[in-house]
Each structure stands twice: as structure tokens, then as C-alpha cells.
Nanobody, 121 residues
Framework: QVQLVESGGGLVQAGGSLRLSCVAS?????MGWFRQAPGKEREFVSA???????YYADAVKGRFTISRDNAKNTMYLQMNSLKPEDTAVYYC??????????????????WGQGTQVTVSS
């Protein structure tokens, strides 16, 4: 069982930046970020494989950048030009196997507890 711990959330004004981190207790092939706003379903944000393949939701392309340090089992999400609609709890997730659909939350085996990101207008 791999444990995931997120950090870096907080309150920021629109147009600002935040950097989220996720530390894993072990290695996983694929790591991703999902988010869930109040009253909405959990949605895919971004993912990265151990080989460096990256995936982004259309809503964050050009604003968010995902990266990982395999040696440290750590993943990052640099979020720039934040908008109020980015407000949500952000969850880190880890997946063990290759998939053609990294945006599907069912393709992930491990989840963190979440970190709140609030963007004020």
C-alpha cells in the first residue's frame, strides 16, 4: 500500500500562483491530480508517468505544469494564473498500471487526503 500526502494548498487571489506537492511512500507508475469543488464531481486535472508523459485537462492547459522527482517519489503541480473556478480540494492519486485513460479516477489505486485551494476574485 502506497500512502500519498499532499501539501501546498492555500488562499490566493485570482491571477496568483500556488505549487502543490505530493509525497508518496513508494513508487507508482502514474501519478495524478484530481480536484473536487463543492457540489461537483471529482474531476481530472493532470497526470504524469514515471517516464515523463504528461496529461492535462483542457481547463488547465497552459496554466498548470505537472512534474515529478522519481528519486524522491514526489510530484508537483505548479498552478499559475489561478481563477476562482480553480477553487477545490485537490487530491493526489497514484496508479500502478499502464492505461489508455489516465483521466479516469478508477485507474488510480492510491489517494491522498486532499489539500484545499481557494482562489478569491
Amino acid at each position: 500500500q502506497v500512502q500519498l500526502v499532499e501539501s501546498g494548498g492555500g488562499l490566493v487571489q485570482a491571477g496568483g500562483s500556488l505549487r502543490l506537492s505530493c509525497v508518496a511512500s513508494g513508487s507508482t507508475y502514474r501519478m495524478g491530480w484530481f480536484r473536487q469543488a463543492p457540489g461537483k464531481e471529482r474531476e481530472f486535472v493532470s497526470a504524469i508517468t514515471s517516464t515523463g508523459l504528461t496529461y492535462y485537462a483542457d481547463a488547465v492547459k497552459g496554466r498548470f505544469t505537472i512534474s515529478r522527482d522519481n528519486a524522491k517519489n514526489t510530484m508537483y503541480l505548479q498552478m499559475n494564473s489561478l481563477k476562482p473556478e480553480d477553487t477545490a480540494v485537490y487530491y493526489c492519486a497514484g496508479g500502478k498500471i499502464v492505461t489508455i485513460n489516465p483521466m479516469n479516477p478508477q485507474m488510480y489505486d492510491y489517494w491522498g487526503q486532499g489539500t484545499q485551494v481557494t482562489v478569491s476574485s
